[in-house]
T-cell receptor, first 114, second 114 residues
Framework: AQSVTQLDSQVPVFEEAPVELRCNYSSSVSVYLFWYVQYPNQGLQLLLKYLSGSTLVKSINGFEAEFNKSQTSFHLRKPSVHISDTAEYFCAVSPTGTASKLTFGTGTRLQVTL | DAGVTQSPTHLIKTRGQHVTLRCSPISGHKSVSWYQQVLGQGPQFIFQYYEKEERGRGNFPDRFSARQFPNYSSELNVNALLLGDSALYLC?????????????FGPGTRLTVT
């Protein structure tokens, strides 16, 4: 079984400031790691994923996350946030070989203000 | 291309009633998964279906059931509704291929049980 912990339920930040959303996981098997974003009244959108290879993965809109196996973490970072980044962010894991049985964290609300 | 579609968008039911939620995957996707997202929490895995067979089940009671049709669309059924079943029900489809390890989520069905 897997579990995901997102310690910060809310992260307020000013526009153009850097941000880090923390994610730690627990699993007895190898996992894939994902970050999803959910805008108000919408479904989930995949932001980025780690399957194998380079431990640093990047999205097209400036987010990046680094897989740290020893610390079982997959923190999400962005060097400069925009108002439009305001959303709920979910970290998720799945056993390797499938991404169809995701275990999600409880989410972190990123609130970007001027 | 059309994304994952779900119907209805919103639904209000009374305790003890039955509900059927529907999902159409992205064209070419043969795997469908269902998740329950209670307000303020991350989605929880309910079922996965692939090629019309159940491939995974989360920790949900037998009141929850699902099926997948030959065109890969899917239905989620919930019997004897409880107040605690009020949630956003998300459907996700995915390619089952080496590079297809990601799920595409629909907008969800908001179920309210009164």
């Amino acid at each position: 079984a897997q579990s995901v912990t997102q310690l910060d339920s809310q992260v307020p930040v000013f526009e153009e400031a850097p941000v880090e959303l923390r994610c730690n996981y627990s699993s007895s098997v190898s996992v894939y790691l994902f970050w999803y974003v959910q805008y108000p009244n919408q479904g989930l959108q995949l932001l980025l994923k780690y399957l194998s290879g380079s431990t640093l993965v990047k999205s097209i809109n400036g987010f990046e996350a680094e897989f740290n196996k020893s610390q079982t973490s997959f923190h999400l970072r962005k060097p400069s946030v925009h108002i439009s980044d305001t959303a709920e962010y979910f970290c998720a894991v799945s056993p390797t070989g499938t991404a169809s049985k995701l275990t999600f964290g409880t989410g972190t609300r990123l609130q970007v203000t001027l | 291309d059309a994304g994952v579609t779900q119907s209805p968008t919103h639904l209000i039911k009374t305790r003890g009633q039955h509900v059927t939620l529907r999902c159409s995957p992205i064209s070419g996707h043969k795997s469908v998964s269902w998740y329950q997202q209670v307000l303020g929490q991350g989605p929880q895995f309910i079922f996965q279906y692939y090629e019309k067979e159940e491939r995974g089940r989360g920790n949900f009671p037998d009141r929850f059931s699902a099926r997948q049709f030959p065109n890969y669309s899917s239905e989620l059924n919930v019997n004897a509704l409880l107040l605690g079943d009020s949630a956003l029900y998300l459907c996700a489809s995915s390619l089952v291929s080496r590079d297809g390890y990601e799920q595409y989520f629909g907008p969800g069905t908001r179920l309210t049980v009164t």
